[in-house]
């Protein structure tokens, strides 16, 4: 259902920005694409990984961003039109490639797409990816709706073609995650083979070569510079004014929304900035002639605003230059934002916006709703097996958490992620945690992240003795980003299947003597498996490692529905209950609630099964009343 | 691409806890615009928010450039339950029309506190918003399909003919039946008929 990405040419379909950045690939004709899942860029593979077959393009999932980065990299240099795509905090894992792409430059189109992702809807940090493209001397375009979003990709790959020369193309979660109508192009010859020429050593960065490259990049950014008042995304729209507004990517829509709601369309100049690294510097001069006042309005850092001061200086322009000190610094931008800004920059602060918020007398105490591990979730049942394992031993532990859903085990109940910074931080902070205090790290990671970023850390652990209980949370998926598949699983992004690489067998095959699987399903054993492994790290002073194995609980549920297989049912018997609240408040399982008198009631439609309440009810008052179908068991392994 | 001009923007707010079906509601009601060449902007909050947090789409049909409402902005809040509902009366204005399942998720917190149905209806019933009131839950289990709450909310939508200029329950249909296979499909419709003959009883 939905699938609108390979509607015939000409039609129109409702795209979410993900898949019109896709479709624009395809339509420049892109025959290779890789990616590491992360939201809010993970949908544009996937959307390729779908039409892959159908149309001869070479896509995949790749091991972290930095390898994605190089996979299509080798693609653009081997003559293969490629895309690459990644969350921001993506880019900083492939940074090192990213600068020497500059250097080297390509020799078809290539387009590096960052999404990111301000107000930190699904992210650590807020950080402006524009700033890449300044780093490293990389142009970066924008867009501000899907339809926009799919033009601009594929000219993208021009220009990026026509100067040799890598091109990133910022996206944010308000654009990768709207939907919008698109109308669809021709889809041109793919071409996925090409060869790699081996010429004058161009490719190869020693310094001798990097020296002489450094020059040409100068020389080629000067181009770029030129070359950006050419596409035609930049546009101003005059309407005599002596006012100009100035709108970086997907800010050009909220001004236009705010200025119409304001009644002040067409009235004020307005600059569409799609190229703000490098600035159209030409463009900027011709929309600021006769101009008194400008307001800058971009989302996150001040990049344009910067560049726009920097040309009225070196211009001697006598202007009043607003930007930040009137559109927030932090968060997305919104109409209402923007028509502040607006209405200060217009000293009109004495009109108020004509939004007029419902009021309530009556205020209730709402809770919050923070996510949560799912029904059945296997990390809910590992927290509390750890936990418990933890109490038991009377250990002083330090929580070492990394990106994935288990990173919910930072809330309560279970407060265990003590510090979570980026992807392959578990084992990397208990590296030096290990040495510099007297506690224990456990450095909990997910099957995922242990490929993507844990497993160099992990070498240094052992190389370093640093006495740390790793725990590999393999639930057979990227779960956090919608299950995408990864090297644990044996399955390709295009659904073939390939080799299935074990964690155990890794972490046995780089020195670790204490190795042990266990399923978290089957509490008592996980506990005392646990308890064992503390043990050793505490006494033997090495690391240990517990692969704890159990399939997404919500990739499983889907299964069995699609299959119409029926989970096992579990009711808790009232009388038994002691109202102890074990199940609803220390476990935190969702499929479980409280009734007003404190016994514990199973929600049905949301219970998927998994039987840990029935196993850790002190007073046995949960009970299997109905088995599962014939074959639901074998669909979690 | 034709686009009708000049039209005013109608603001849509769905609002509920992640797994209800709320970005599959607004994709329905996105596709069924495109397909009639109305324009539409739609937002969506995925990632962590699936995990049952609390998620919003904001839907814009019309002729908007950006996606998202302003507070005060909505037209009408489909909520799929109660507090978040009042948790997103902030783009509610006083003409808004507030359609509501009468339904509290409780959120995985421990020891969580919660507020009553009646404490919220109340609340919102007494400002000036248009309140329609629907047991999603039950009218979609009557149409043999107890998670399409989603599909009675968009009845419920379609019968305060908000929508008429533009998108009409035959639409909705119509994408409904090629979008899900056979058998879903007519459940699904069924499960929108309820809530659209249920929401005709309220008068607004």
Same mark, same amino acid.
């Given at each position: 259902?939905?699938?609108?990405?390979?509607?015939?040419?000409?039609?129109?379909?409702?795209?979410?920005?993900?898949?019109?950045?896709?479709?624009?690939?395809?339509?420049?004709g892109?025959?290779?694409?890789?990616?590491?899942?992360?939201?809010?860029?993970?949908?544009?593979?996937?959307?390729?990984?779908?039409v892959?077959?159908?149309?001869?393009?070479?896509?995949?999932?790749?091991?972290?961003?930095?390898?994605?980065?190089?996979?299509?990299?080798?693609?653009?240099?081997?003559n293969?039109?490629?895309?690459?795509?990644?969350?921001?905090?993506?880019?900083?894992?492939?940074?090192?490639?990213?600068?020497?792409?500059?250097?080297?430059?390509?020799?078809?189109?290539?387009?590096?797409?960052?999404?990111?992702?301000?107000?930190?809807w699904?992210?650590?940090?807020?950080?402006?990816?524009?700033?890449?493209?300044?780093?490293?001397?990389?142009p970066?375009?924008?867009?501000?709706?899907?339809?926009?979003?799919?033009e601009?990709?594929?000219?993208?790959?021009?220009?990026?073609?026509?100067?040799?020369?890598?091109?990133?193309?910022?996206?944010?979660?308000?654009?990768?995650?709207?939907?919008?109508?698109?109308?669809?192009?021709?889809?041109?010859?793919?071409?996925?083979?090409?060869?790699?020429?081996?010429?004058?050593?161009?490719?190869?960065?020693?310094?001798?070569?990097?020296?002489?490259?450094?020059?040409?990049?100068?020389?080629?950014?000067?181009?770029?510079?030129?070359?950006?008042?050419n596409?035609?995304?930049?546009?101003?729209?005059?309407?005599?004014?002596?006012?100009?507004?100035?709108?970086? &990517?997907?800010?050009?829509?909220?001004v236009?929304? %705010? =200025? #119409?709601?304001?009644?002040?369309?067409?009235? *004020? @100049?307005?600059?569409?900035?799609?190229?703000?690294?490098?600035?159209?510097?030409?463009?900027?001069?011709?929309?600021?002639?006769?101009?008194?006042?400008?307001?800058?309005?971009?989302?996150?850092?001040?990049?344009?605003?910067?560049?726009?001061?920097?040309?009225?200086?070196e211009?001697?322009?006598?202007?009043?230059?607003h930007?930040?000190?009137?559109v927030?610094?932090?968060?997305?931008?919104?109409?209402?934002?923007?028509?502040?800004?607006?209405?200060?920059?217009?000293?009109?602060?004495?009109?108020?916006?004509?939004?007029?918020?419902?009021?309530?007398?009556?205020?209730?105490?709402?809770?919050?709703?923070?996510?949560?591990?799912?029904? &059945?979730?296997?990390?809910r049942?590992?927290?509390? %097996? =750890? #936990?418990?394992?933890?109490?038991?031993?009377? *250990? @002083?532990?330090?929580?070492?958490?990394?990106?994935?859903?288990?990173?919910?085990?930072a809330?309560?109940?279970?407060?265990?992620?003590?510090?979570?910074?980026?992807?392959?931080?578990?084992?990397?902070?208990?590296?030096?945690?290990?040495?510099?205090?007297?506690?224990?790290?456990?450095?909990?990671?997910?099957?995922?992240?242990?490929?993507?970023?844990?497993?160099?850390?992990?070498?240094?652990?052992?190389?370093?003795?640093?006495?740390?209980?790793?725990l590999?949370?393999?639930?057979?998926?990227?779960?956090?980003?919608?299950?995408?598949?990864?090297?644990?699983?044996?399955?390709?992004?295009?659904?073939?299947?390939?080799?299935?690489?074990?964690?155990?067998?890794?972490?046995?095959?780089?020195?670790?003597?204490?190795?042990?699987?266990?399923?978290?399903?089957?509490?008592?054993?996980?506990i005392?498996?646990?308890?064992?492994?503390?043990?050793?790290?505490?006494?033997?002073?090495?690391?240990?490692?517990?692969?704890?194995?159990?399939?997404?609980?919500?990739?499983?549920?889907?299964?069995?529905?699609?299959?119409?297989?029926?989970?096992p049912?579990?009711?808790?018997?009232?009388?038994?209950?002691?109202?102890?609240?074990?199940?609803?408040?220390?476990?935190?399982?969702?499929?479980?609630?409280?009734?007003?008198?404190?016994?514990?009631?199973?929600?049905?439609?949301?219970?998927?099964?998994?039987s840990?309440?029935?196993?850790?009810?002190p007073?046995?008052?949960?009970?299997?009343i109905?088995?599962?179908?014939?074959?639901?068991?074998?669909?979690?392994? | 691409?034709?686009?009708?001009?000049?039209e005013?923007?109608?603001?849509?707010?769905?609002?509920?806890?992640?797994?209800?079906?709320?970005?599959?509601?607004?994709?329905?009601?996105?596709?069924?615009?495109?397909?009639?060449?109305?324009?539409?902007?739609?937002?969506?909050?995925?990632?962590?928010?699936?995990?049952?947090?609390?998620?919003?789409?904001h839907?814009?049909i019309?002729?908007?450039?950006?996606?998202?409402?302003?507070?005060?902005g909505?037209?009408?809040?489909?909520?799929?339950e109660?507090?978040?509902?009042?948790?997103?009366?902030?783009?509610?204005?006083?003409?808004?029309?507030?359609?509501?399942?009468?339904?509290?998720i409780?959120?995985?917190?421990?020891?969580?506190?919660?507020?009553?149905?009646?404490?919220?209806?109340e609340?919102?019933?007494?400002?000036?918003?248009?309140?329609?009131?629907?047991?999603a839950?039950?009218?979609?289990?009557?149409?043999?399909?107890?998670?399409?709450?989603?599909?009675?909310?968009?009845?419920?939508?379609?019968?305060?003919?908000?929508?008429?200029?533009?998108?009409?329950?035959?639409?909705?249909?119509?994408?409904?039946?090629?979008?899900?296979?056979?058998?879903?499909?007519?459940?699904?419709?069924?499960?929108?008929?309820?809530?659209?003959?249920?929401a005709?009883?309220?008068k607004?």
């Amino acid at each position: 259902m939905f699938r609108g990405v390979l509607a015939p040419p000409g039609t129109h379909v409702l795209l979410l920005g993900n898949e019109a950045i896709a479709r624009g690939a395809i339509e420049a004709g892109i025959g290779f694409a890789a990616a590491y899942p992360g939201t809010p860029s993970t949908e544009i593979i996937e959307t390729l990984g779908r039409v892959a077959g159908k149309l001869g393009i070479y896509v995949e999932w790749s091991t972290n961003e930095k390898v994605a980065f190089e996979a299509a990299y080798g693609a653009a240099i081997s003559n293969v039109r490629s895309l690459v795509a990644m969350k921001h905090v993506g880019l900083n894992v492939a940074a090192d490639p990213l600068m020497s792409s500059a250097y080297t430059g390509v020799r078809v189109g290539f387009v590096i797409v960052s999404a990111d992702d301000p107000s930190m809807w699904s992210s650590q940090n807020e950080q402006d990816n524009r700033y890449y493209g300044l780093h490293a001397f990389i142009p970066v375009f924008e867009a501000y709706n899907p339809a926009e979003a799919k033009e601009v990709v594929k000219f993208a790959f021009d220009f990026s073609e026509k100067h040799k020369h890598p091109v990133i193309f910022r996206s944010t979660t308000r654009l990768s995650h709207s939907r919008g109508p698109v109308t669809l192009g021709e889809i041109p010859k793919i071409k996925s083979k090409g060869e790699y020429i081996k010429d004058a050593g161009e490719f190869t960065l020693i310094p001798q070569v990097s020296r002489k490259l450094r020059v040409k990049l100068l020389e080629k950014w000067s181009k770029i510079r030129e070359d950006v008042n050419n596409v035609p995304f930049n546009r101003i729209e005059d309407y005599g004014s002596k006012n100009l507004i100035i709108a970086s &990517g997907m800010a050009y829509g909220y001004v236009k929304d %705010a =200025l #119409k709601s304001l009644k002040l369309n067409d009235q *004020i @100049n307005i600059l569409k900035i799609a190229t703000p690294v490098p600035i159209p510097e030409k463009i900027v001069l011709k929309a600021l002639e006769n101009i008194e006042k400008v307001l800058i309005v971009e989302e996150i850092e001040p990049i344009v605003e910067n560049e726009v001061k920097r040309i009225a200086f070196e211009n001697n322009l006598n202007l009043e230059i607003h930007g930040k000190d009137y559109v927030p610094k932090r968060g997305e931008l919104t109409i209402d934002n923007v028509a502040n800004a607006i209405l200060k920059f217009m000293k009109k602060e004495n009109l108020s916006l004509p939004w007029k918020p419902l009021e309530i007398t009556r205020k209730i105490e709402i809770p919050r709703r923070p996510p949560t591990l799912c029904p &059945g979730c296997p990390h809910r049942a590992m927290f509390y %097996a =750890l #936990k418990k394992a933890v109490s038991k031993k009377k *250990i @002083n532990p330090i929580y070492c958490g990394d990106i994935g859903c288990y990173s919910l085990g930072a809330l309560p109940p279970f407060k265990a992620q003590d510090c979570l910074i980026e992807m392959g931080g578990s084992i990397g902070l208990a590296n030096g945690l290990a040495h510099t205090t007297n506690q224990t790290p456990i450095a909990i990671m997910g099957d995922s992240t242990f490929f993507h970023a844990c497993i160099p850390g992990l070498i240094n652990a052992i190389y370093n003795d640093a006495p740390t209980l790793v725990l590999v949370l393999d639930n057979r998926t990227t779960a956090m980003t919608g299950h995408q598949p990864h090297p644990g699983t044996g399955i390709k992004v295009t659904g073939e299947k390939t080799a299935i690489i074990y964690p155990e067998k890794i972490a046995e095959g780089i020195g670790i003597k204490h190795v042990d699987v266990i399923d978290p399903y089957n509490l008592n054993e996980s506990i005392d498996k646990i308890e064992k492994a503390i043990d050793y790290v505490v006494n033997q002073r090495k690391i240990a490692a517990i692969i704890v194995r159990r399939a997404c609980a919500l990739l499983i549920s889907a299964m069995a529905r699609r299959r119409e297989l029926r989970s096992p049912k579990y009711q808790v018997m009232t009388e038994e209950c002691k109202a102890c609240g074990i199940c609803y408040n220390l476990f935190g399982c969702p499929a479980i609630t409280p009734k007003p008198d404190g016994k514990a009631e199973i929600i049905q439609e949301q219970c998927i099964g998994c039987s840990v309440c029935a196993q850790l009810c002190p007073f046995n008052a949960i009970k299997m009343i109905e088995k599962g179908s014939k074959g639901w068991d074998e669909l979690w392994f | 691409m034709v686009l009708k001009s000049d039209e005013k923007i109608i603001n849509l707010i769905v609002c509920g806890v992640g797994g209800q079906g709320l970005i599959t509601l607004a994709r329905i009601i996105g596709i069924t615009a495109v397909k009639k060449n109305i324009k539409v902007l739609m937002s969506e909050i995925h990632g962590m928010a699936q995990r049952g947090g609390q998620v919003v789409v904001h839907i814009r049909i019309g002729k908007p450039e950006s996606p998202l409402i302003p507070h005060g902005g909505a037209d009408v809040i489909i909520g799929l339950e109660l507090i978040e509902t009042y948790r997103n009366l902030e783009y509610a204005h006083s003409n808004s029309i507030i359609i509501v399942n009468n339904r509290i998720i409780r959120p995985a917190i421990p020891k969580v506190k919660l507020p009553r149905e009646e404490e919220i209806l109340e609340a919102i019933n007494a400002t000036n918003v248009k309140l329609i009131v629907i047991d999603a839950l039950e009218n979609a289990r009557k149409a043999g399909i107890p998670i399409a709450e989603n599909m009675v909310m968009l009845g419920a939508l379609m019968a305060t003919e908000i929508l008429q200029e533009y998108i009409t329950i035959s639409d909705i249909e119509e994408v409904i039946t090629e979008v899900f296979p056979e058998n879903l499909a007519r459940k699904n419709i069924k499960a929108l008929r309820f809530g659209y003959e249920t929401a005709k009883q309220f008068k607004i």
